[in-house]
């Protein structure tokens, strides 16, 4: 088990730039989520999935803001013409339904937009 | 809608001193309850969890938290501080009626131990 893996560790782009997060969760584990942490704030949700399909999106999420996991293994975050707004960490967690409900997070993207 | 309030945003204790981090919730049923630490620049590390039986959990590290459904509340505590402790703490909830799901957190509690 080797946890929750996130690449890469730090981006910076410029604004209107196109970006994309990678994200390996616990191998077992059916649900995978995405959050973002700004300075000084905890965590907010932005999507999840089960397996292959994606069960809920926040509606704070905006329409430059994609997640996919084809397979139901690794998920891809893309921002498209990304804004200062969006400079956050942006965290990846997953679990496994049925056992605990525990998420277990990787250690983050930082994303800075100049 | 849930939500999570932890009061205080900063808390400082000496060490060896009781370490107390408030949290209380707003749920129409009583939810799943986490607490999480993050030390800089990582990510969130589960401290303990209450989903059901006994309303006294233990966690790593020392920590406990106590779920008292009457005042919606599932404070943290830690009977003596290190100097290791130091770092952000985090309440969260999830729905009951979802196994879990998506996480709601509060702002967080930044806590400092003094030697």
């Known amino acids: 088990d080797t946890g929750v893996s996130q690449n890469p560790r730090h981006k910076i782009t410029k604004r209107g730039q196109n970006v994309t997060f990678r994200c390996d969760p616990i191998s077992e584990h059916n649900r995978l989520y995405w959050y973002r942490q700004t300075l000084g704030q905890g965590p907010e949700f932005l999507t999840y999935f089960q397996n292959e399909a994606q069960l809920e999106k926040s509606r704070l999420l905006s329409d430059r803001f994609s997640a996919e996991r084809p397979k139901g293994s690794f998920s891809t975050l893309e921002i498209q013409r990304t804004e200062q707004g969006d400079s956050a960490m942006y965290l990846c967690?997953?679990?496994?339904?049925?056992?605990?409900?525990?998420?277990?997070f990787g250690p983050g993207t930082r994303l800075t937009v100049t | 809608a849930q939500s999570v309030t932890q009061l205080g945003s900063h808390v400082s204790v000496s060490e060896g001193a009781l370490v107390l981090l408030r949290c209380n919730y707003s749920?129409?049923?009583?939810?799943?309850l986490f607490w999480y630490v993050q030390y800089p620049n990582q990510g969130l590390q589960l401290l303990l969890k209450?989903?059901?039986?006994?309303?006294l959990v233990k966690g790593i590290n020392g920590f406990e938290a106590e779920f008292k459904k009457s005042e919606t509340s599932f404070h943290l505590t830690k009977p003596s501080a290190h100097m290791s402790d130091a770092a952000e703490y985090f309440c969260?909830?999830?729905?009951?009626?979802?196994?879990?799901?998506?996480?709601?957190f509060g702002q967080g509690t930044e806590l400092s131990v003094k030697p």
């Open positions: 967690a997953s679990s496994l339904t049925g056992i605990n409900y525990e998420q277990y």
């Open positions: 209450y989903t059901t039986g006994a309303t």
């Open positions: 969260a909830v999830s729905d009951r009626g979802n196994q879990g799901g998506k996480l709601i």
């Open positions: 749920s129409s049923v009583p939810p799943y």
